[in-house]
């Protein structure tokens, strides 16, 4: 607690000696935050400012804030992305029907800002969803019987035995080499366990 005020001095040099005997005793050394910058210094004022750090800090996303009709829109576009996650064709249609739902609550009852939102086809999407899972698949397949072959003609080599050797030996010999290799995998065999 200060004491009161002189009544025979200022108020600016009364406030100057507290502060300059507080210095003195070091109550302003290590402070927090002592030599940072000022956060905003230099920026104009946002009305919103407040929010705006409050979010940041709290690592909030700002979706919640948007009106329904443009997150409505965002997820009408983002369908694809968001089906990509799922498993079976009936996960695909049911998070499309919930959607769609969505779409027609809006659509009877528009809130603003009014955005043109249609419903989504779900025949469309399932028959991106199995593309993109099959080209997917065709991709790690690729890569798979890639691998399969390489794996295969060095082990074929390696168990092969020369062409003079076969020749010498006769058809038999040639013929047991290469039942010993086995039949050719098809590459859905590889994912039966």
Do not use: C
Request: proline share 7%; charged share 30%; glycine share 6%.
């Amino acid at each position: 607690m200060t004491e009161r005020k002189p009544p025979d001095q200022t108020f600016e040099s009364w406030i100057d000696k507290q502060v300059r005997e507080a210095t003195e005793r070091g109550e302003f050394d290590n402070l927090r935050g002592a030599g940072q910058p000022i956060p905003g210094v230099g920026t104009q004022v946002d009305e919103n400012w407040w929010l705006r750090s409050y979010l940041r800090r709290e690592g909030v996303r700002a979706d919640g804030m948007l009106p329904d009709s443009l997150v409505l829109r965002r997820d009408v576009e983002r369908i694809q992305e968001t089906v990509a996650e799922l498993d079976t064709e009936r996960e695909v249609r049911a998070a499309v029907a919930e959607l769609n739902q969505r779409v027609v609550r809006y659509v009877r009852v528009p809130t603003p800002p009014h955005v043109p939102v249609g419903p989504v086809d779900a025949d469309t999407v399932v028959r991106r969803w199995r593309d993109e899972r099959a080209s997917a698949s065709g991709a790690a397949v690729s890569r798979g019987v890639a691998a399969d072959s390489a794996r295969r003609a060095s082990s074929a080599h390696a168990e092969e035995p020369s062409a003079q050797a076969q020749q010498a030996a006769g058809p038999s010999a040639r013929h047991v080499a290469e039942s010993s290799v086995g039949p050719k995998r098809h590459w859905w065999q590889r994912f039966r366990r």
